[in-house]
């Protein structure tokens, strides 16, 4: 957990913040996400990631950060997909016996899961490659040239930045807490006191955001706070070959079926 905060910690600065307007940077992207996300095949999925990683690799953005984060959704992705081919109905592929239990993997359910693996790992490749390049501060700068509500940006900064601290403060938690584990005990006793950091994560970051209205408030006229107003940037030629990739791929998702 304290890898994870660290990784999302260095994706704030980025490593050419400047390389691509950041209203065509986060149209890029969302529409790349979204591409990926909805994708019907694997194909699709396959090139989304693979023009992630000729960003992250032409930019020479860290690649360990952006891999770190990637293992950690893949994990989850295949945790929660799991059960699908299981209870999906379809060809038997395999028999899995468990004691009095028996299962089935079905082909469909197999596909299901693999498909939906490759579309979250695309999707959180290419959004990743993108933040690893222009940074948290020039992503929210692009939404604010979308013209999203002030108020949205505003979240979003304060989310990105308390978000590494609330990870942080959570592994210290988990640690005192395995710290006063003095005996050898089950693995489901020790999960059970794991589990109670989970009322105290609630308890500080309620007070944690209580204090952060007040400071807001206190610092300006408005309830939403203050956001500075930047000029907005020049579009160039990296700008249209990336919004002219984009629109390729959007097409070969739409018209080609992939």
């Not at 950690?72 to 239990?101: E, H, M």
């Not at 300006?220 to 700008?239: E, H, V, Y």
């Amino acid at each position: 957990m304290e890898g994870l905060a660290e990784a999302v910690d260095s994706l704030s600065s980025g490593t050419n913040p400047a390389l691509f307007n950041p209203t065509i940077a986060v149209i890029s992207a969302l529409i790349l996400t979204g591409t990926a996300a909805f994708s019907y095949g694997f194909k699709l999925s396959a090139l989304i990631f693979a023009v992630s990683v000729v960003l992250v690799l032409l930019t020479r953005s860290p690649i360990c950060t952006w891999a770190k984060i990637l293992m950690f959704i893949l994990t989850w992705a295949t945790l929660v997909s799991i059960p699908v081919p299981f209870i999906t109905l379809g060809a038997p592929l395999a028999n899995l016996s468990l004691g009095s239990i028996e299962l089935k993997v079905s082909r469909e359910g197999l596909n299901a899961m693999i498909t939906f693996i490759s579309r979250v790992v695309a999707a959180a490749a290419i959004f990743t490659s993108f933040v690893s390049i222009m940074g948290w501060e020039r992503i929210v700068r692009g939404l604010g040239g979308l013209q999203m509500p002030r108020e949205l940006t505003l979240l979003l900064n304060l989310s990105i930045i308390h978000i590494p601290l609330f990870l942080r403060e959570a592994s210290m938690m988990l640690s005192a807490r395995e710290a006063r584990i003095m005996r050898k005990t089950r693995f489901k006793d020790v999960w059970r006191v794991l589990a109670t950091v989970v009322g105290d994560l609630l308890l500080r970051s309620y007070e944690r955001a209580w204090r952060l209205e007040k400071a807001i408030r206190s610092r300006s006229f408005t309830s939403t706070g203050f956001l500075r107003i930047t000029p907005p940037a020049k579009i160039g030629a990296k700008d249209l070959l990336l919004f002219s990739l984009t629109l390729c791929i959007l097409t070969l998702g739409v018209l080609g079926g992939l």
